[in-house]
């Protein structure tokens, strides 16, 4: 999927008009900031796709810096969208757990095309103090908590073992979903869908119990990726 195939969110209905194109502006800067990353926005370039004046893609933010912090939360949105709220239809446990990595590796595979904004904007503002860096790091910390309170779930329901590190399981998920990111789409590993899957499988492994359930069978099916 190209940067210009990402899906683009249909206006609410009852949204007046200029909520309307702020939402649209809000599309294309997330469209340009997978291309060229956050720090690539500009209030003059936004226009120039857009076909508006300066002026009035500048009305709707007052800033670049608003701009980005917008890109940002909407970015976020769209993310717990297609990954958390699906994920919490699974019943407690390691089923929600699972739910909650599958979603994110079928968020990966688009990804892997269209770029994160997660780990580019890391790389952009990891120094750099300010609102752009704080909306950053504000919605990683916020989806981080949540997979972790899964975790937490999953060993009070009996699914990980008494002395599992809920902290340290949490922490080895993240790292496979960056491992991933940095072998896939930086180095073009072959095969490293798989290796993923096969390293979750893993963690599952060491630290479930006998009362965990299997994982299903589809989501191992294999990847291009």
């Known amino acids: 999927m ?12 009852g949204m007046q008009k200029g909520q309307q194109t702020k939402a649209a502006i809000v599309d294309a800067a997330l469209g340009l900031a997978t291309q060229i990353g956050l720090e690539g926005l500009s209030i003059g370039a936004l226009a120039e796709v857009m076909h508006m004046s300066k002026s009035g893609v500048f009305a709707h ?3 670049r810096e608003e701009l980005q ?22 019943p407690k446990g390691l089923p929600r757990v699972q739910a909650l990595f599958g979603n994110w590796m079928k968020r990966v595979a688009v990804e892997l ?5 997660f780990i580019s904007g890391a790389v952009e503002f990891d120094d750099r103090p300010g609102p752009v860096r704080d909306a950053l790091a504000t919605s990683v910390q916020t989806w981080l908590a949540a997979m972790y309170r ?19 399981i949490a922490f080895e998920i993240h790292g496979l979903i960056l491992a991933l990111h940095y072998e896939a789409r930086f180095l073009k590993t072959p095969g490293s869908m798989d290796r993923t899957l096969q390293a979750f499988q893993s963690i599952l492994a060491r630290y479930g119990t006998d009362a965990a359930p299997a994982l299903p069978h589809a989501f191992f099916n294999s990847s291009p990726v």
């Not at 912090?69 to 239809?89: D, L």
């Open 113 to 117: 095309q269209s770029g994160c904004i």
């Open 2 to 13: 190209s940067v210009t195939e990402l899906p683009v969110k249909t206006p609410r209905p």
């Open 69 to 90: 912090i917008s890109v940002i939360r909407e970015y976020f949105a769209r993310f717990e969208e297609e990954v958390f709220y699906p994920a919490m239809k699974q």
């Open 150 to 168: 899964a975790v937490v779930l999953a060993k009070e329901a009996g699914h990980l073992r008494a002395d599992a590190d809920e902290r340290q």
């Open 61 to 63: 933010f007052g800033s």
